[in-house]
Structures are given as C-alpha cells and as structure tokens.
C-alpha cells in the first residue's frame, strides 16, 4: 500500500489532493467523503482506498474492484455558482479525467454520456456524483471516481465491456503518477467551473463524445429508450431523436448499437 506521502509527492496542484485521507481498506469512498463534506472538510480534500468493501456506482449498484489495481477516490467541491448549473458537473470530472489519462498514456479516451470514459470502446473510468442542498443552494458534490489501472483480467460479462490502461497499453502503471495528473487536469479545469463557466469542460467532452448521430437505447428505472443521440441539452441532458419526436433525458444507462 502507497501512504499519503507517496501519493502526494508527484503533486503540482494547489488545493486538489492537498489535503488527502488514504485507506488501506474502507466501506466506500464516496460514503466517507460525504460525512467529511458534512462536517466541512475543505474544497479539494480527496478520501482514496486500495479497496472498497461496498463500493457503489450509479443506479445502486455495487462497484467491485481488486485491491490495489484501480484508482479509488473521492474529491470534494464546493462550487458556488448557481444551481442550474449543477448537472454540468459530471462532464468536468469526465473531461479532468480523460486529459488526464491521455496525457498519462497516450491513449485515446472516449466519453459516454453522462460520465462514464470508454477506451476502444470499453469502459475504463466510473463516476459517480453526489451532492448536498442547503436553502436550494449547493453546498457541496462530491464526485467519486473509480479508474481500471492495472487490472488483468474482469470477472463474468465485465471481460467484454471493461478494459483497463495496462490492458490497453501493455504495461504496468504507477497509480500515484495518474492520480497525481488527474488532480492536475481537474484542477485547471476547475478555476473556470468554479465560477459557472463550462465552456472549456464543454468543448473537451464533445470532442470525446461517443454517442452522437449513434442509434442508441437508453435504460432507465422503468423503461427503455431507442433513438438517436442528437446533441448535448445547456443543463447537461441527452437529447434524443426518438419515434415520438425529439426528447430530452436527465438519467440512464447508454448503450450504442454496433
Ligand atoms: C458507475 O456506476 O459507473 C460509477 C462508479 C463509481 C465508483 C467509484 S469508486 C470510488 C468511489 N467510491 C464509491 O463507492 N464509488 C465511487
């Protein structure tokens, strides 16, 4: 196991991972992080673990992973712009990551609408995004990030749909430089997010976007959706081309047709 040092020492951010809590094993990062905001941690505070006992994912879904081969971790923001704003914040964490996986490995990312990251066309990186009102006003997110950094092999219908950088690549990664670049990534993105500008996390998520023109199927909780993923909404909504018109979706499970 890396300590907090280790995984500090590559750092050239000012506020993100400056103050970070490493764990050996924990429930869940996002679930630690929560209670931390909840008693005023600071912005950029991140909760890392080499293991997660009840890791979670979109959809109440468990997120497994091995120990020690993925990037486990949760950052906390305190953003204050305005609440509208607010479902534009899974593309900041998706774009931060993939500038920071491409820098990091040369590789190519793709982003799949809301916030999961494709590499040839497999999933490498899951964010899962929470956050906490007071008086209709933000009063923190955070975003929990688990990235397949060394892994080999992925269990049962995983082995399809999930790749990760050593896979891809070949060769074996220190996770303590990719969190090191990833904080950086997100932290120059963040200066102009702070403030409610999304233009640039905009313009490098589109670059990446995955879905667009594609005929997809989008699942939600009770029914699911076939069309053609049109464009991005401004609030950060999926529009979609389907049989009844164009519509505008907030929730899913993407899929693409082949
Ligand atoms: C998804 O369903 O795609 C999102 C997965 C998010 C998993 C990460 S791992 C670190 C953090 N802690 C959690 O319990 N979940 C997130």
Redesign the pocket.
Known sequence: MHSKEEFQLGLTTEVFGRSLLVFETI?????Y?KTLAGKGAEEGTVVL?DS?T??????G?T?F?EPED?L???IIIRPTFSTDKIGLLPFFAAAGIALAVETATGLKCECKWP??ILVHEK?N????MESSFQNNRLEYAII???LNVNQLNFSGNLQDRATSLRKECGIEFDRRKIFCQIMSSMESLYTDVSRGNFDTVLMEWKARAAIFGKQIRLAQTANVIEGIAVALADDGGLIVKTGSGRRVFHAGDVTMEQ
Not at 27 to 31: G, P, V
Not at 54 to 59: K, Y
């Open positions: 429930d869940s990062t996002n679930t992080a673990a997660q009840s890791g979670r994912g979109r959809f879904r997120w992973a993925s486990l971790f949760t916030n999961d999933k990186c899951g964010i899962l929990g990030i688990g």
